[in-house]
T-cell receptor, first 115, second 112 residues
Framework: GAGVSQSPRYKVAKRGQDVALRCDPISGHVSLFWYQQALGQGPEFLTYFQNEAQLDKSGLPSDRFFAERPEGSVSTLKIQRTQQEDSAVYLC?????????????FGPGTRLTVL | GIQVEQSPPDLILQEGANSTLRCNFSDSVNNLQWFHQNPWGQLINLFYIPSGTKQNGRLSATTVATERYSLLYISSSQTTDSGVYFCAVEGNYGGATNKLIFGTGTLLAVQP
């Protein structure tokens, strides 16, 4: 079956521009996560959805970052007024909560470069 | 929060050699996963192993939850095993979240 997909795969933005990153989780997966991976580092948690409810946004670095999942499926991570320090790979993951196995599966990521 | 440490940070192997990667974590966990991040950045699931031992081909993993560590064994390494190996844990958050905390990774290079 299809895995987690993300688009675009690459995004170049000028400082100050707004960007929107999309995640399509595995069909039927209830939980969805966003992570940020800086160069040479491990991924760091940004936010977590269970269906359409955003239950944890403790990792969002500033109020310029906003995520939504209005119908409990596709999610969008929006970054307003991008800064150079926002350059990173943004990873989306999903898991099928409700079963004993809550293994998270990751998409290929969106590499964001802010000039 | 939970701290996750991986060792060694870097490892160079000749093809055919065996290796052991270690992950230490600072508190009890609900979930532990091992990932391989390939050169294209894709995180590939290797093991979901909050406790016990699992094997998949040339790879195996053991988690000793009571002692807060996990080991990943790679036998008969191949050049395609090169990349970064991450350990990630999910702490006990009382149901409020299921976020994974990642270690800093082990960079493995397998030479022909």
């Amino acid at each position: 079956g299809a895995g987690v997909s993300q688009s675009p795969r690459y995004k170049v933005a000028k400082r100050g521009q707004d960007v929107a990153l999309r995640c399509d989780p595995i069909s039927g997966h209830v939980s969805l996560f966003w992570y940020q991976q800086a160069l040479g580092q491990g991924p760091e948690f940004l936010t977590y959805f269970q269906n359409e409810a955003q239950l944890d946004k403790s990792g969002l670095p500033s109020d310029r970052f906003f995520a939504e999942r209005p119908e409990g499926s596709v999610s969008t991570l929006k970054i307003q007024r991008t800064q150079q320090e926002d350059s990173a790979v943004y990873l989306c993951a999903s898991s099928h909560r409700g079963l004993a196995n809550n293994e998270q599966f990751f998409g290929p990521g969106t590499r964001l470069t802010v000039l | 929060g939970i701290q996750v440490e991986q060792s060694p940070p870097d490892l160079i192997l000749q093809e055919g050699a065996n290796s052991t990667l270690r992950c230490n974590f600072s508190d009890s966990v609900n979930n532990l996963q091992w990932f391989h991040q390939n050169p294209w950045g894709q995180l590939i699931n290797l093991f979901y192993i909050p406790s016990g031992t699992k094997q998949n081909g040339r790879l195996s993993a053991t988690t000793v939850a009571t002692e807060r560590y996990s080991l990943l064994y790679i036998s008969s390494s191949q050049t395609t095993d090169s990349g970064v190996y991450f350990c990630a844990v999910e702490g006990n958050y009382g149901g409020a979240t299921n976020k994974l905390i990642f270690g800093t990774g082990t960079l493995l290079a397998v030479q022909p």
